[in-house]
Each structure stands twice: as structure tokens, then as C-alpha cells.
């Protein structure tokens, strides 16, 4: 992921103040196209609450209809801010629930200073990173996991049994539910 410098980017008059809250343009290369990440910078609650409608538009306006030619880049683009106080929920939810433009990340701690590389490894981390936990596959039949592990179930049913009208019955909605 590199940092882009915006000033070599031709975009049209009004995204001048772009450096204001440390706005930054990353991309990230993929085979066929590239996602561009944003990330703006903000000490306290008030100015982000200020100025996170106006960073939102400029983007769209200016960078995501204008100066990208790809709709796959087009789609694939975030805007991050990081927060150096802890925001309210609501307002957290407020931001990175609009759906208008690009996907919102707020990355609020308090007294943090973000580094560049902060920033960076925390994007990669947020968009790239996955970890995907092995998933434990139980072999054991229902019948048998029930009868083990869950035996007032079975007890329910012997004591219902105008709920399962004949054994098939049984075999048949455990086969249904389960690997039994």
C-alpha cells in the first residue's frame, strides 16, 4: 500500500484545503485495478463532527466521479478517521452507517497520536487482514450427541411421545437436523 501524493493527481478547483486534517490518498494495487483509502486526522470530536460531511462530499465529488475511471475502483474506496478522543456511539454509528460514497472507518482512541505508520498498519489490518478460525466439525450423530450431551431432550421426547408419532418420525428429523 503507498501513500498518494494528491497535488500530482489533476483534480479540478475546490479540493485545495485537502491537506487540512492531515487527508491522506492511499492505493493499494490489485491485478487489474487499484483501491484508494483515505484518512483524515482529527484531535477532538467537535471539528470531526464539523467537517466529516464535507471531507465525505469533496471525495465523491471531486476524486471518486472525477478522477477515477474504473467502476471497480469507483466502488472500492474508504475513508478513515482517526480520532485522538473517544467519540460517542452514536455519533460513531452516525458516520459509519452513511452508506452515501464510500464505506466509513472511525478509529477513535483516546490521547493517541497517529503515526503514518499507525495509520498504514491500522488500515491494512481493518481491510486486508482476515483471520479465519478452524471450524470444529462435530462427527458425532445427533441421536448420540442428544442422548450424551443434551439427555433432557430425549427424556422430553420419551415423555411427549403424542409429539413424535412413531420412530421414523425421529430418525427422520434427526436426519433433517443433523449428520445422524
Known sequence: ????????????????????????????????FNIHIFSAVFDNAK???????????????????????????????????FLGECLREDFKQKIQQDKFSMRKIVVDQ??????????????????????????????????????KDHKQVIDFLKKNPHLLANELLLESLIKHLGNG
Open 110 to 147: 483516546s490521547g493517541k497520536v497517529f503515526t503514518e505508520e499507525y495509520i498504514k498498519d491500522k488500515i491494512i489490518a481493518e481491510l486486508f487482514t482476515f483471520e479465519i478460525g478452524e471450524r470444529i466439525i462435530n462427527k458425532q450423530s445427533v441421536k448420540d450427541y442428544l442422548e
Open 47 to 81: 471539528d470531526l463532527m464539523e467537517h466529516y460531511e464535507k471531507i465525505r462530499d469533496d471525495i465523491a465529488i471531486y476524486f471518486q466521479s472525477q478522477a477515477l475511471t474504473l467502476d471497480i475502483e469507483r466502488w472500492n474506496l474508504y475513508l478513515f478517521y
Open 1 to 32: 500500500m503507498n501513500r498518494i501524493d494528491l497535488l500530482k493527481i489533476d483534480l479540478p478547483p475546490g479540493t485545495e484545503g485537502w491537506a487540512d486534517h492531515g487527508l491522506v490518498c492511499w492505493q493499494k494495487k490489485e491485478k487489474d
